[in-house]
């Protein structure tokens, strides 16, 4: 069974490839998007996701890890982001439950 630093690695991997399927099998079907730290729900579910991150992989967007921590489920990066329009960076704390991350909080500047 993968760890939840593998499967965060994987999802990383499939965004930066532009793969939407690969990126999805790493979320679970009801899988919550989030603001850190309201716990406003942004994006929820694989037909949410897949719009969002469409577009965004349509912005040539790609994603260089500047650090991570992993402790038990739960697997923090510091992200830096680049896109055709902008550069940025984020933290994104992820939760795995069993083989699939089923929540994502973002704290963006």
């Keep these: 069974m993968a ?6 690695q994987k999802q990383l991997d499939a965004y930066n490839a532009h793969d939407i ?4 099998a790493t979320y679970t079907p009801d899988a919550k998007l989030c603001d850190f ?9 694989h037909a ?4 969002r991150y469409t577009k965004i992989f349509e912005n040539k967007a790609h ?4 650090s991570r921590i992993a402790n038990g489920n739960y697997v923090i990066d510091h992200e830096a982001v680049k ?3 902008e550069d940025f960076h984020a ?4 939760h795995v439950t069993d083989t699939l991350i089923d929540q994502v909080w ?3 500047e």
């Excluded at 760890?3 to 965060?8: A, S």
């Excluded at 730290?37 to 579910?45: A, K, M, N, R």
């Excluded at 994603?63 to 500047?66: C, E, F, K, N, S």
């Excluded at 933290?91 to 992820?94: G, M, R, S």
């Design 3 to 8: 760890t939840p630093t593998e499967i965060v």
């Design 21 to 24: 399927d690969a990126f999805l």
């Design 37 to 45: 730290p309201s716990g406003e729900v942004w994006i929820q579910g």
């Design 48 to 51: 949410q996701i897949r719009e």
């Design 63 to 66: 994603v260089d890890l500047a």
């Design 83 to 85: 896109t055709v329009n």
């Design 91 to 94: 933290v994104a704390i992820y």
């Design 106 to 108: 973002f704290l963006t």
